[in-house]
T-cell receptor, first 113, second 109 residues
């Protein structure tokens, strides 16, 4: 069965460093999302991506964040200058249509020291 | 913005018990999602429903659109059902989800 994959599974970085989290969505899906979950808290929406551009973003998704779909398969989330409060689990998700089931990747645990 | 409330926050059950988890939301929606988060963190979609009831194995999800309320039931619960169960609703025009805080279920043998 097709699945969403994410790499790395765990990333440790120093405050102020740039990180890139990678996702490979299911191949025929058209809508892509990033969510995050701070330890002990609920999952929060960051950004949605459709037709090679950001279609919606939350107030969390400020200028420090960017997303790209560089080669038609990978979907990346970049954090330019990480802060301690960026430590969280980051989930990528994809779906075929806007109202279909979302499929989640296993997550990348980001630890900022 | 839709507010999603789940109850209870934590639930401990004995193996074989019938489990009910509740979800309410504040703004009318087209469909509601139930998801399961494993202890390792991974999220799996269980149901997406817009009306009535859906069943998959021992899991049953119901929704009352007028009451803005949904329930997830687990029949004959088993220790492998131990996980966090999350209710989520559409949050924007692009299908992003607003999540509840989740219900942590622990089923004891």
């Amino acid at each position: 069965e097709p699945e969403v994959t994410q790499t790395p599974s765990h990333q440790v970085t120093q405050m102020g460093q740039e990180v890139i989290l990678r996702c490979v969505p299911i191949s025929n899906h058209l809508y892509f999302y990033w969510y995050r979950q701070i330890l002990g808290q609920k999952v929060e929406f960051l950004v949605s991506f459709y037709n090679n551009e950001i279609s919606e973003k939350s107030e969390i998704f400020d200028d420090q964040f960017s997303v790209e779909r560089p080669d038609g398969s990978n979907f990346t989330l970049k954090i330019r200058s990480t802060k301690l409060e960026d430590s969280a689990m980051y989930f990528c998700a994809s779906r075929w249509g806007r109202t279909d089931t979302q499929y989640f990747g296993p997550g990348t645990r980001l630890t900022v020291l | 913005k839709n507010e999603v409330e789940q109850s209870p926050q934590n639930l401990t059950a004995q193996e074989g018990e019938f489990i009910t988890i509740n979800c309410s939301y504040s703004v009318g929606i087209s469909a509601l999602h139930w998801l399961q988060q494993h202890p390792g963190g991974g999220i799996v979609s269980l149901f997406m429903l817009s009306s009535g009831k859906k069943k998959h194995g021992r899991l049953i999800a119901t929704i009352n659109i007028q009451e803005k309320h949904s329930s997830l039931h687990i029949t004959a619960s088993h220790p492998r059902d131990s996980a966090v169960y999350i209710c989520a609703v559409p949050g924007g025009s692009q299908g992003n989800l607003i999540f509840g805080k989740g219900t942590k279920l622990s089923v004891k043998p």
